[in-house]
Nanobody, 124 residues
Framework: QVQLVESGGGLVQAGDSLRLSCAASGGTFSSDAMGWFRQAPGKEREFVAAISRRGVSKYYANSVKGRFTVSRDNAENTVYLQMNTLKPEDTAVYYC?????????????????WGEGTQVTVYS
């Protein structure tokens, strides 16, 4: 089982940028696709971005496409989420996870080993 620790969240103004990090330990990091999800109060956890094992393929939710960039450093066992032009609707707890099953990558059910999350709050 992989342990994931997210960091980099904070309180920012609309239009600002943040870079989230997710450090992995206890597994073979380069063997698995990695994903980012977020959950706002009262809402379901939603897909944000995913990246393949070697970082060749990347996928984004329509709501963040063009503003967010997912990347990974397999030598450092870390996956990143660069978030630019942040909006108040991006406010949520952001989680990273490891791909554990095949299927629709936008569904939380195929992901596992969730981290504790990092809070991102964007004010206007």
């Amino acid at each position: 089982q992989v342990q994931l620790v997210e960091s980099g969240g904070g309180l920012v103004q609309a239009g600002d940028s943040l870079r989230l990090s997710c450090a992995a330990s206890g597994g073979t990091f380069s063997s698995d696709a990695m994903g980012w999800f977020r959950q706002a109060p009262g809402k379901e956890r939603e897909f944000v971005a995913a990246i393949s094992r070697r970082g060749v393929s990347k996928y984004y939710a329509n709501s963040v496409k063009g503003r967010f960039t997912v990347s990974r450093d397999n030598a450092e066992n870390t996956v990143y989420l660069q978030m630019n032009t942040l909006k108040p609707e991006d406010t949520a707890v952001y989680y990273c996870a490891v791909s554990r099953d095949s299927g629709d990558y936008q569904k939380p059910q195929i992901w596992g080993d969730w981290g504790e999350g990092t809070q991102v709050t964007v004010y206007s």
